[in-house]
């Protein structure tokens, strides 16, 4: 009898034994499922992920084409302003001259006429003299003024080309879109 309580617990061992190892195997095999699921998965998002960054990129590219565009128009019309400013300040200059050189035969004038005349006649021709002066310093300086506020008005369109070129980049970019 003894024998055959021992033949049962090793058949009852076998037989727990073996549906231990089927629902060992189950497990692995749904196991095998879940991680074949898991890279399947990864694969698909880090596609998503890598097309996310591929677009985004190219938009970038797009943006900064635009931007490199409006920046380069911009300091175009500054380059090619600047004869129109140089010009203005040449004739500004020129001007200036030749009021200096009247202004010094006026001076010539004035002095000889007061030779001519008593000392309050000599004392009015060097007031005319300095006021003459004066007005050619003065020439001078409204067109050196004039010249460095049509370069200042030329830098300032330079600018908001450039501010404006600037906006735009950082407006067409997905991170201020989701602002």
Do not use: C
């Not at 090793?10 to 699921?37: C, F, N, P, V």
């Not at 591929?54 to 302003?81: M, Y």
């Not at 200059?93 to 009247?102: G, H, K, M, Q, V």
Request: aromatic share 2%; proline share 1%; no cysteine.
């Amino acid at each position: 009898m003894l024998s055959t309580i021992k033949a049962y617990a090793w058949q009852a061992g076998a037989l727990a034994l073996g549906a231990l190892l089927i629902a060992q195997t189950y497990r692995l095999h749904s196991e095998q499922l879940a991680h074949r699921d898991l890279i399947a998965s990864t694969a698909r998002a880090s596609k998503a992920r890598t097309d996310a960054v591929l677009t985004d990129e190219r938009a970038t590219a797009a943006n900064e084409s635009t931007h490199a565009t409006h920046t380069l128009e911009a300091s175009d019309v500054f380059t090619q302003g600047q004869p129109t400013r140089d010009d203005a300040l040449r004739l500004d200059l020129s001007r200036a001259e030749r009021l200096r050189s009247d202004a010094e035969r006026r001076a010539a004038t004035y002095r000889a006429q007061a030779q001519a005349d008593d000392a309050a006649r000599r004392s009015l021709a060097d007031r005319l003299e300095t006021l003459d002066r004066h007005i050619v310093e003065g020439v001078q300086v409204v067109g050196e003024l004039r010249a460095v506020v049509d370069k200042r008005d030329a830098e300032v369109v330079l600018l908001r080309s450039v501010i404006d070129a600037d906006r735009q980049l950082l407006e067409g970019t997905p991170d201020a879109q989701a602002q």
